[in-house]
């Protein structure tokens, strides 16, 4: 069997769902205007690999901490429902679909909360995401290990096959698709890097070392 792990945001959907889920609390009326602001320079300052992961992490998951989980699930349902859905890119069905043989994750900087019910959407069972701290019920807008980015997607990686009994040289091919820059260290241990609508950066790289290059959006 071999395995494929897929980047979610920018990648499978047409959009980042961090970025997303505070804008919609700001159109929800839970968080002042006044965010979308610092939400976009966030955003940016993460895709051009400014921003640390612990900054980036935290920075959004701190605006959960003022919430419980009921009135957070209720609207993660809504968010779901009307901002991610038009995001899921139908060609990002069809690929999944594509290596359905395959052992298939999503691995992702965006915190489990968030992904988890996308994954589902997908049809995706597999996924290594941020983990958001809970302690009583609540978010404390911490994390529990490293972010799930940059060199940490390898660490949760390796600890996901470790739980598996496996190792990634147990695997005949290995497939990572992602967009951002940001996941250099993990598209350079797979034997085939794919770089998907991907920014300035990943796609000079990907001419240079020959990987192949793919869009999901047209």
């Known amino acids: 069997m071999n395995l494929v792990l897929l ?28 965010e979308r602001e610092a ?13 640390s992961t612990l900054e980036y992490v935290r920075f959004y998951l701190g605006y959960y901490r003022d919430f419980d989980m009921a009135r957070l699930l209720g609207w993660r349902k809504i968010f ?6 038009p995001l899921m890119l139908p060609a990002a069905r ?10 298939t994750a999503i691995i992702t900087a965006t915190n489990r909360f968030l992904v988890e019910p996308i994954a589902a959407d997908f049809g ?6 941020t983990e958001p701290e809970i302690r009583d019920g609540r978010f404390t807008g911490d994390i529990v290990g490293p972010p799930c980015m940059r060199e940490g997607k390898i660490v949760w990686l390796e ?12 695997f005949p091919q290995t497939w990572f698709y992602s967009d951002s ?26 001419r240079e070392r020959g990987w192949r290059t793919l869009s999901l959006r047209q």
């Open 7 to 34: 980047d979610l945001d920018n990648t499978l959907l047409s959009g980042d769902t961090d970025v997303e889920w505070l804008d919609f609390l700001v159109e929800q009326g839970v968080l002042p205007a006044s």
């Open 39 to 51: 939400n976009h320079e966030m955003d940016r300052r993460y895709a051009s690999g400014e921003a």
């Open 80 to 85: 779901l429902e009307n901002r991610i859905r």
């Open 94 to 103: 069809s690929l999944i679909q594509d290596h359905k043989s395959s052992l």
């Open 124 to 129: 995706v069972e597999h996924v290594m995401a």
């Open 159 to 170: 600890k996901w096959l470790k739980a598996r009994n496996a190792s990634l040289a147990d």
């Open 181 to 206: 820059i940001n996941d250099l260290p993990l598209l350079e241990r797979v034997t085939h890097p794919v770089a998907v609508d991907a920014g300035p950066k990943l796609a000079g790289i990907a």
